[in-house]
């Protein structure tokens, strides 16, 4: 195990091995008929035309890569949650068919022609609005994360699920297409005594939820698309709230109502559900950011370590207060840490790529990342989190993971105390 950076000579003499390897054809099993000297299959054959795929999905031999859920987590699949693959990405875009996915109430199926979007309340003309009405308006791009309340939640009281996808992968980021809640608000005309936003789904579950008038009128959007393409059923075609760095369950889908009232509505999701329960006895309420988090997606249980020599960490750091600042990384539980590299966008409230490099050797590795953002706040330990919330939540574990990597690869959810 190596504590520090690779040198450069030591890098340098890795990646002669790993051409060594591709050369010998001894790194990956394949067909000895498609490796050099040979004239492999897919050189022989016309492949397929232009159209043959309208719309393009991966190829087949990355068929594992896809959301799982966790059978018995919940009793119906139509309330239910399936898991972002992060150890299978890289980057900070979501592909929009990985998106983690939360239903209430399964998938709203709606028909465009028929979706109907009515803000009323304190206002002083309610309207309603088509889809085609939304579009016409002036629209906007932002990339942002989406993370559950309950992303990490079975965690709490040690160390339980084998894999990033299901400890952390209740998070997505993807590009929105949308209209600034403040342009239809304004189109409305909002009474001074608003202080507070019903938002309502128009699904079986009519997802409900109260957001502060402050918030919706600074950076909220009604978005219709994600990635460039329209929003995915399961993300809430035709159009859904996106509520920058707050908690997931706010950013309603199949968005159908919008009330202006001068105080909060006090529903099911932000009373029995979506509140702390704290070691006094009381209830946390309205914890609306989502606090600055990271995690190792690669080297992760699902993720083991192939080979000894170079070796490259990587993981997303987030935060509902801004943008990333720094991302620290530990090979040894936390008792040494050194600084990741950022690479690529580091934007506001959206998710951060970084790499840490190491030379692996073969011998056991504590790895944790522990994320600081722009406000100064840095990542807690789980016990230090223990020590304030005690272990009855549910929601807002932003814990720091440690992943065990064992002599032989492989990658353990462990904690150290
Ligand atoms: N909106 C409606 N209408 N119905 C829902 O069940 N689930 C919420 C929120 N919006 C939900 C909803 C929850 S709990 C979360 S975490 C996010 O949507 C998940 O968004 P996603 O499915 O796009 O990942």
């Known amino acids: 195990m190596s504590d520090g950076p690779p040198s450069r000579r030591r890098f340098l003499a890795g990646a002669a091995g790993l051409t060594g390897a591709a050369l010998t054809g001894s790194a990956q099993a394949g067909n000895p008929k498609n490796l050099p000297p040979n004239v492999p299959e897919w050189t022989r054959v016309l492949g397929d035309g232009v159209v043959a795929r309208p719309y393009g999905v991966p190829s087949k031999h990355e068929a594992h890569v896809v959301r799982r859920d966790v059978s018995w987590l919940t009793a119906s699949r139509e309330s239910s949650v399936s898991f972002t693959p992060l150890h299978e990405l890289d980057g900070i875009i979501t592909p929009s068919g990985l998106c983690f996915e939360r239903h209430h109430a399964g998938i709203a199926e709606i028909d465009p022609a028929d979706y109907r979007l009515i803000i009323h309340g304190l206002v002083d003309k309610p309207l309603m609005f088509t889809l085609e009405d939304l579009k016409r308006l ?210 506001d409230k959206a998710v951060t790529r970084f790499y840490a490099e190491t030379e692996w050797s073969g011998g056991e590795m504590l790895l944790q990342s522990r994320a600081i953002d722009e406000t100064g706040y840095v990542q807690p330990s789980k016990n230090d989190l223990r020590k304030v919330r005690g272990v009855n939540s549910i929601y807002h574990n932003n814990g720091i993971q440690t992943w065990l990597v064992k002599a032989d690869g492989e990658v353990e959810n462990v904690e150290v105390s």
């Open 138 to 347: 002036p629209r906007v791009n932002r990339i942002h994360f989406l993370e559950c309340a309950a992303n990490s939640g079975m965690e709490w009281r040690g160390a339980q699920l084998n894999g990033c996808q299901y400890t952390h992968g209740m998070v997505h980021c993807v590009e929105y297409t949308g209209v600034p809640l403040r342009v239809l608000l304004a189109e409305a005309g909002v009474k001074p005594n608003a202080k507070w936003l019903l938002a309502e789904g128009a699904d079986a579950a009519a997802m409900t939820r109260s957001i502060p008038l402050e918030k919706a009128l600074n950076d909220c959007l009604v978005a219709y698309r994600m990635n460039g393409e329209m929003l995915r059923p399961e993300q809430g075609y035709p159009a859904r709230l996106v509520v920058p760095g707050w908690q997931g369950n706010m950013w309603v889908k199949w968005l159908r109502r919008l009330k202006l009232g001068d105080q909060p509505w006090f529903a099911r999701e932000e009373t029995s559900k979506y509140t702390g329960l704290m070691p006094s006895g009381k209830a946390r309420q309205f914890t609306f950011v989502m606090d600055a988090k990271s995690v190792i997606t690669s080297p992760s249980p699902q993720a083991p370590v192939r080979q000894k020599g170079f070796t490259v960490i990587t993981g997303l750091a987030w935060s509902g207060r801004g943008k990333i600042a720094r991302v620290d990384v530990s090979l040894d539980g936390g008792k040494n840490w050194r600084e990741a590299k950022l690479d690529g966008l580091v934007l």
